[in-house]
């Protein structure tokens, strides 16, 4: 298993900008996240989806979008880049919504100037 | 306010020693709390997931410790090795919702010299 996968693992953005952060995961798990790490903070919750086709905003959802077309994939949108995105971005997957281990993929490192 | 509070913010030791990190969480309703490793430039490693009902768990030599009483946790490292440098995160889970709201802690970066 590969587990969760992230591309790309750089990105530099202009302002303005648009991409789309991909990510995969080879778990067959329902639910998968994506969080922001800025530096010295805790991860935050930007979207998370509980299955094909359900997606719901976490904490800090604006500037950004998702879709969950299938199982594995999760791709994260962000419209408009701002320099407030530039962040470390990461992918995770769990089987459920409870005491089970979230599995989080390499991060992408993404700098908006 | 839900929070995650770790300390100490960095640690140095040496290689062999033991350390201790420390967690303290004002999180309601409280479903369970997890240690995370982040080495630098990756993704966070699941160490231990914790219940209300477990106040110990062992990954190795990683050892952590729940009182949910006075809402705090530790992670205890035996006998450190250089490739504990990392940083660890203290993540405590919310009860409710669709998906158990994680809150996590801003971490203690723990550097082990030779």
């Known amino acids: 298993n590969a587990g969760v996968t992230q591309t790309p693992k750089f990105r530099i953005l202009k302002i303005g900008q648009s991409m789309t952060l991909q990510c995969t995961q080879d778990?067959?798990?329902?639910?998968m996240y994506w969080y922001r790490q800025d530096p010295g903070m805790g991860l935050k919750l930007i979207y998370y989806?509980?299955?094909?086709?359900?997606?719901d905003k976490g904490e800090v959802p604006n500037g950004y979008n998702v879709s969950r077309s299938t199982t594995e994939d999760f791709p994260l949108r962000l419209e408009l880049a701002a320099p407030s995105q530039t962040s470390v971005y990461f992918c995770?997957?769990?089987?459920?919504?409870?005491?089970?281990?979230?599995?989080f993929g390499p991060g992408t490192r993404l700098t908006v100037t | 306010k839900n929070q995650v509070e770790q300390s100490p913010q960095s640690l140095i030791i040496l290689e062999g020693k033991n350390c201790t990190l420390q967690c303290n969480y004002t999180v309601s309703p409280f479903s369970n709390l997890r240690w995370y490793k982040q080495d630098t430039g990756r993704g966070p490693v699941s160490l231990t997931i914790m219940t209300f009902s477990e106040n110990t768990k062992s990954n190795g030599r990683y050892t952590a410790t729940l009182d949910a009483d006075t809402k705090q946790s530790s992670l205890h490292i035996t006998a450190s090795q250089l490739s504990d440098s990392a940083s660890y995160i203290c993540?405590?889970?919310?009860?409710?919702?669709?998906?158990?709201?994680?809150?996590f802690g801003t971490g203690t970066l723990l550097a082990v010299q030779p």
């Open positions: 778990m067959n798990h329902n639910y």
């Open positions: 993540v405590v889970s919310a009860r409710g919702g669709a998906t158990n709201k994680l809150i």
């Open positions: 995770a997957s769990t089987t459920a919504g409870g005491p089970y281990e979230q599995y």
């Open positions: 989806s509980v299955g094909a086709g359900i997606t």
